[in-house]
């Protein structure tokens, strides 16, 4: 069975005396700087002076520095700023300012497994990656709990890169919840895989074609809404307390049958044929390639394709019926 770290078996003072530079603060940068602070961590975020998330940072009773005088006080520098932009921030602002024997942790092994960023060899290289959104890994640990993770070292220089990875885990509140060891490579390709095949591209295609059945077929598109999207998150609840086992012990048997006997007509052998060619793309590295790609052209494909996803009639219908929801924090959503 896979070992999974809690916070009893980690060395959690493996931390003490060094200093943490968190460059980039949105969502996983905010959320895991805050709780290495709240864990008694000496943190320092390293920003681009005078820019929104400087201003946030301040907001939230930091400090902010400039990133490279993060990187040259940091023994562990933290790269969370977005896939496409860490290259470039590590030749300008890491590579020139690491000192020797320092640890670069990542939360996505992409640029290290694709080869956009390759760290000289007296250097750790290790990884802790939360399996959820930063402002769940915030509010977990504010309740007590955490938000399980992976650890990965791709590069041992100094003998303690697993020590150190681990003792970060702690501070964030992921040994809370527990650690599971990988490499960069796994950790990288199922992440993309399980974005794109089944948690965003292949739940998102799903609900949308649910939707324009039932509309096309003449319902009301605020009930199809219900059907097709707002009733998602339940059961997503049911598989995530207990599997699709709860799920089915909870929903009625006219449900629990239909599931049975329809889901195979959805996902059939082509869908899985199809998933298989989706993971060969991101093995063989023709996915990160295109999305490369795509970024140094100034993502006017992304751009494109995010704003006709934005217009689509769920959406407008979604907003207008959210607005009734009291039950929301904001009704605009």
Same mark, same amino acid.
């Given at each position: ?6 916070? @009893?078996?980690?060395?959690?003072? @493996?931390?003490?005396?060094?200093? *943490? ?14 709780? !290495? ?43 969370? &700023? ?35 960023? $390759? ?31 992976? *650890? ?8 303690? @890169? ?14 809370? @919840?527990?650690?599971?060891? $990988? /490499? ?5 390709? $199922? ?42 998150? !339940?059961? *997503? ?33 082509? /869908? ?6 989706? !993971? ?29 996803? !934005? ?5 407008? &219908? ?16």
């Amino acid at each position: 069975m896979t070992t999974m770290y809690f916070d @009893a078996d980690l060395n959690t003072g @493996a931390l003490d005396g060094l200093c *943490v530079a968190m460059i980039g603060y949105g969502s996983q940068g905010r959320g895991q700087s805050m709780n !290495l602070r709240d864990s008694g961590v000496n943190v320092v975020v390293g920003l681009r002076e005078g820019g929104n998330s400087w201003k946030q940072a301040v907001s939230e009773g930091w400090s902010p520095l400039t990133m490279e005088e993060a990187v040259k006080q940091a023994d562990i520098i933290c790269i969370m &700023c977005p896939d496409m932009a860490q290259p470039q921030v590590y030749k300008d602002v890491v590579e020139p300012n690491i000192k020797p024997g320092s640890t670069i942790l990542f939360s996505h092994g992409f640029n290290i497994h694709f080869g956009a960023i $390759t760290v000289a060899p007296e250097n750790n290289v290790v990884m802790i990656a939360p399996k959820g959104p930063g402002g769940m890994v915030r509010r977990t640990y504010e309740e007590g709990s955490g938000v399980p993770a992976l *650890v990965a070292v791709h590069q041992d220089a100094t003998g303690n @890169a697993k020590e150190l990875a681990l003792a970060y885990g702690w501070g964030v509140g992921s040994a809370r @919840a527990g650690i599971i060891e $990988t /490499t960069f490579p796994e950790e990288t390709e $199922t992440d993309l895989f399980g974005e794109q095949a089944v948690l965003c591209g292949g739940l998102t295609e799903m609900i949308v074609a649910g939707w324009e059945t039932l509309v096309e077929a003449g319902y009301q598109p605020e009930v199809a809404y219900f059907e097709c999207l707002h009733e998602v998150k !339940l059961i *997503v609840d049911l598989i995530y307390e207990g599997g699709i086992a709860r799920m089915h012990e909870f929903i009625s048997d006219t449900a629990a049958y239909g599931d049975l006997v329809t889901g195979k007509r959805i996902i059939t052998d082509e /869908t899985r044929k199809e998933m298989k060619a989706v !993971l060969t793309d991101i093995q063989n590295g023709s996915f990160a390639k295109m999305w490369q790609e795509e970024a140094a052209s100034g993502s006017v494909n992304y751009k494109k394709m995010m704003q006709e996803d !934005l217009d689509h009639p769920i959406e407008t &219908c979604g907003k207008a019926l959210r607005k009734q929801f009291s039950w929301l924090k904001s009704n605009q959503a």
